[in-house]
């Protein structure tokens, strides 16, 4: 069954996927295996793939909604259950930066890879970026800038973050096409993402997880 739903996760089939979620709880199936063996076993392969050229953008968003779908009826057993996720994760696009779809699709690669992500949007100002990882008890900050001219707007945050006692307890991560890691050393962020599969590998990375 677990097999059936990391299949129709990958095809996008949310109704599947539902239907195959609730059949496995019905089952008795451990929540904790449902979400690793099933829908985030299912989202590695597409992060793969997408990786790989052998699928693109609009495949992994499809796959995307049919995992949140799976999730929500998910959800409420994990809780209950007490099911950590591997981390927690703040992300945003920076203040004056109104571009989203990088940052869209990391956010989609870090849930399918079971991090708790808390998405701000877009034209982040520094002082909610940091309130947020604060309020929401997060490991990473994830910044996203697509325009040079925003590119300062990443160092304002990790300035702000060193302010308020975070450095080494909330890593800062960045990612974005005009950004690199030379910048990041530059501004001292923790990491520099080059994509969303890449973010995935880097979070583990940093957080120390497997």
């Not at 539902?18 to 089952?27: M, N, R």
């Not at 985030?40 to 790989?52: D, L, N, R």
């Not at 947020?132 to 945050?157: C, D, F, H, R, Y």
Request: with cysteine; charged share 20%; hydrophobic share 45%.
């Amino acid at each position: 069954m677990l097999n059936q739903l990391s299949d129709s996760l990958m095809t996008g089939n949310a109704d599947a996927v539902v239907s195959l979620v609730k059949q496995a709880i019905d089952q008795k199936l451990d929540p904790g295996d449902i979400l690793n063996d099933g829908l985030i076993a299912g989202m590695t392969v597409v992060g793969q793939k997408f990786k790989s050229h052998e699928i693109f953008l609009p495949d992994v968003l499809i796959a995307a909604k049919a995992m949140n779908a799976g999730m929500e009826v998910l959800k409420p057993l994990l809780v209950n259950e007490g099911i950590p996720s591997i981390g927690r994760v703040v992300i945003g696009t920076v203040q004056g930066d109104l571009h989203d779809i990088g940052k869209n699709l990391v956010g989609i690669m870090l849930k399918g890879a079971g991090f708790e992500v808390i998405d701000l949007g877009k034209d982040v100002a520094p002082k909610t970026f940091v309130e947020a990882a604060i309020e929401n008890e997060a490991q990473i900050i994830g910044l996203s800038a697509l325009l040079t001219t925003t590119m300062p707007v990443m160092k304002k945050v990790v300035t702000l973050a060193t302010e308020k006692g975070l450095t080494g307890k909330i890593k800062i991560i960045i990612g974005g096409a005009p950004t690199s890691i030379d910048y990041a050393n530059e501004i001292g962020a923790d990491a520099y993402c080059y994509d969303g599969i890449n973010a995935v590998d880097c979070a583990r990375r940093i957080l120390g997880v497997a």
